[in-house]
C-alpha cells in the first residue's frame, strides 16, 4: 500500500489527459470524476451534454464532448475506414461505430488529443478493449496485449499477477511474452527486482503432459529472450515457499521469492487473483493492459469509484513506459 501512495505522487508529476467514456454512463465513474477534479490528480475527457455534469466539472482539467456535435467525426470516421477497410469494414458502418463512446475514445487517443482511456465499468471487458485491439494495436516492439493485476496488502510485497483478464488460452510463445511484460511492469512500477514464477500443477517435470509441457516451454523460451530471473514451470507452493521449492527441485532464487505470477491460462489467472484478494485480503488494482501502443485500462464491471481514481493513477504512469 505503501507503494500505491508511492505511485499516486509520482502520477502527480505527470501532465496527462485521461478519457473516461463511461462518466454519464455510471454514477461511479462519475464519483470517481469528481474526485480526480478535486484532488487534482489528472485532466479528464467526459462524454456528454454540459447540463449531464455538476459545478465541479466546469474546469480547466475537464473537457466534456458531446460526441454527435464534434466537429471533426467525419475525418475520425474516414480514419477508421482506412484502419479497418482491409478487415471488411465499410465507410457506413465506420460513420455508426465512431458515435460509440468506446470506439469514439480510442480515435481521440489515435489522434494525440488525450494520452489513456479507462474504460469497463459499464462496458463488458470485450466491448472495452476490442476497439483498443483495433485501433490503438500494440507498442511497436510488442505483439500480445495482456492484463496484469497488481496485488497489494499493507506490511507484504507488491506482487504482479498476469494473465488475468485477456488472452483466454495463451501459447508457450504467449505465456513468453506474457512473463517478460509483466517481468518489465514489475521493474518499473516498483523500482525491484521482479522474480518470475512460471505456475503449473506440476514442479519441474513432476507431471506429465501437454499442459506441462506448454509452461515448461514458455520458461525456456523466456528465459531465451530475456535477462529477467524466470524459472518454472512450478507449483505455486514452491513459488511462495522457499524450502518446498528447495525440496522440489527449484534451485534459482525464484524459488520461495517470487513476485511475478505466470498463469497457464485465464481461468487460473482470473480465479486466483480474486481468491488472493478475497480470501488473503490483498487489494487488486486493475486489470492493467500491458503493451498497448498508448495506455488503454479496463475495469471490473464490480469496481468502485476508489479503485477508477487509482486506475487513473495507474494510466498516467503506463504514458511513460
Ligand atoms: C478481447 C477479445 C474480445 C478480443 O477478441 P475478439 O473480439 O474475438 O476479436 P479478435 O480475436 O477478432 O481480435 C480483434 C483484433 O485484436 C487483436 N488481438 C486480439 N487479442 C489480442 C492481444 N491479446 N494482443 C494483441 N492483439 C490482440 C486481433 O489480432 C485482432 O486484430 P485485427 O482485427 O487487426 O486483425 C477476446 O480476447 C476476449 O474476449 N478475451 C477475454 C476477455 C474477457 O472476457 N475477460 C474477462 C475477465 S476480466
Known sequence: MELLNELRKRSKTINATIVLPEANLDKRVYLACQKILKKNLAKIIVFGKPKDFGEEFKSNNCQIIDISKFKRLDEFANQLFELRKNKGLTLSEAQKLVLEPGYFAMMLLKNNMADGVVAGAYYSTADTLRPALQIIKTKPNKSLVTGAMLMLKYGKKPLVFADVSLVENPTSENLADIAISAA?????????????????????????????????????????????????????DSALNKAVATKKGIKSDVGGNANVFIFPDLNAGNISYKLVARLGGYTAIGPIMLNFNKPVNDLSRGCTADEIVDTVVITKLLTLF
Open 184 to 236: 518489465e511492469f514489475y521493474k518499473t512500477l516498483t523500482r525491484k527486482t521482479p522474480k518470475v514464477a512460471m505456475l503449473s500443477y506440476s514442479t519441474k517435470g513432476s507431471a506429465k503432459s501437454e499442459m506441462v509441457d506448454k509452461v515448461a516451454l514458455a520458461t525456456k523460451l523466456a528465459q531465451s529472450k530475456s535477462t529477467f530471473h524466470i524459472d518454472g514451470e512450478m507449483q505455486v
